[in-house]
């Protein structure tokens, strides 16, 4: 897939965003990057020292995942300063495209004083469930290497049954673990069965949770509370992969004794260059939808 004559730029980021730059200019396009202070590109990479200069003449414009953490400054590993969301909102052309991920109420609120198109990147399937394929493969990963036990023949426990539950459940299934997960929806709680997980009902999590070893929670809301943190086996380990708020009282598990760890942004920290074809497949996928000729 190419696209003639399209300037990208790309503000902000991690790894992932630093892989896409690449990618980017390898494949011939002209890159405009702001918020990566000594980081060096190829030839077709134009690292600016403004924000109006790596903004003014682009047609897409490409933010980290997540956009922000605050709500109020673009998240960016990289940058040598805070960079403000309203300065980034502010240099985009009217009806020019602004790409990221979790754009929160929050963040959209500041945008519509503008007049650019905002799309979050994680409302998109194709990037959403691909996403969670090195999201499940981070996780497992630390769990292996924060536990004395191993996955094979563990009882797991998975909160959540979306995108990344269901690809996570998965992969602890395929190498042996035991797999339960919880969810709400009767449809979900249906497919559970189908797959031969076993089902696990909220109402039920107290009685039973004691039985895991790995908990691995995915739902974006307290779950884990400081209640259900007295049921849990101290010997258990839980690995958080929600977004903020995340799902786990991290007072209560210290508080216990129970190894509880956040773990957020894992495309970018284990399979960056993966993480970052995936962004650009989406990034393409959405601007040919929008009538753009090849």
Same mark, same amino acid.
């Given at each position: 897939?190419?696209?003639?004559?399209?300037?990208?730029?790309? #503000? !902000?980021?991690?790894? $992932?965003?630093?892989?896409?730059?690449?990618?980017? !200019?390898?494949?011939?396009? $002209?890159?405009?990057?702001?918020?990566?202070?000594?980081?060096?590109?190829?030839?077709?990479?134009? #690292?600016?020292?403004?924000?109006?200069?790596?903004?003014?003449?682009?047609?897409?414009?490409?933010?980290?995942?997540?956009?922000?953490?605050? =709500?109020?400054?673009?998240?960016?590993? &990289?940058?040598?300063? @805070?960079?403000?969301?309203?300065?980034?909102?502010? =240099?985009?052309?009217?009806?020019?495209?602004?790409?990221?991920?979790?754009? /929160?109420?929050?963040?959209?609120?500041?945008?519509? =004083?503008?007049?650019?198109?905002?799309?979050?990147?994680?409302? $998109?399937?194709?990037?959403?469930?691909?996403?969670?394929? @090195?999201?499940?493969?981070?996780?497992?990963?630390?769990?292996?290497?924060?536990?004395?036990? /191993?996955?094979?023949?563990?009882?797991?426990?998975?909160?959540?049954?979306?995108?990344?539950?269901?690809?996570?459940?998965?992969?602890?299934?395929?190498?042996?673990?035991?797999?339960?997960?919880?969810?709400?929806?009767?449809?979900?709680?249906? &497919?559970?069965?189908? &797959?031969?997980? /076993?089902?696990?009902?909220?109402?039920?999590?107290?009685?039973?949770? =004691?039985?895991?070893?790995?908990?691995?929670?995915?739902?974006?809301?307290?779950?884990?509370?400081?209640?259900?943190?007295?049921?849990?086996?101290?010997?258990?380990?839980?690995?958080?992969?929600?977004?903020? @708020? !995340?799902?786990?009282?991290?007072?209560?598990?210290?508080?216990?004794?129970?190894?509880?760890?956040?773990?957020?942004?894992? @495309? !970018?920290?284990?399979?960056?260059? /993966?993480?970052?074809?995936?962004? $650009?497949?989406?990034?393409?996928?959405?601007?040919?939808?929008?009538?753009?000729?090849?």
């Amino acid at each position: 897939m190419k696209f003639q004559g399209i300037t990208f730029a790309v #503000v !902000g980021g991690d790894l $992932r965003q630093k892989k896409l730059i690449e990618f980017l !200019g390898k494949e011939g396009y $002209r890159v405009k990057v702001f918020g990566f202070h000594n980081i060096k590109f190829g030839e077709k990479v134009e #690292v600016c020292d403004s924000m109006a200069h790596a903004l003014g003449d682009a047609d897409i414009i490409i933010g980290p995942i997540p956009c922000s953490q605050d =709500h109020k400054t673009l998240f960016s590993k &990289y940058s040598d300063q @805070p960079i403000l969301l309203q300065d980034v909102f502010k =240099h985009i052309s009217k009806d020019k495209l602004f790409m990221a991920g979790r754009i /929160t109420e929050e963040i959209q609120r500041i945008a519509n =004083h503008y007049s650019f198109r905002v799309i979050d990147l994680l409302e $998109r399937d194709e990037l959403a469930i691909l996403n969670a394929i @090195p999201t499940a493969e981070g996780a497992i990963q630390i769990a292996m290497e924060n536990s004395e036990i /191993t996955i094979h023949g563990s009882k797991c426990l998975v909160l959540g049954f979306g995108r990344c539950g269901s690809v996570l459940a998965h992969m602890l299934k395929g190498i042996g673990g035991h797999v339960a997960v919880e969810a709400r929806k009767p449809s979900d709680l249906a &497919y559970i069965k189908a &797959y031969g997980y /076993t089902p696990i009902y909220l109402r039920e999590m107290e009685q039973k949770i =004691h039985e895991y070893d790995f908990i691995f929670n995915t739902v974006p809301s307290l779950v884990l509370d400081s209640q259900i943190m007295q049921s849990i086996k101290k010997e258990s380990l839980i690995i958080d992969l929600a977004s903020a @708020p !995340g799902g786990v009282d991290f007072t209560s598990a210290e508080q216990i004794g129970i190894k509880a760890m956040l773990c957020l942004s894992l @495309p !970018g920290k284990v399979a960056p260059e /993966t993480a970052a074809l995936i962004i $650009r497949d989406t990034i393409f996928t959405v601007y040919s939808e929008m009538g753009v000729i090849l």
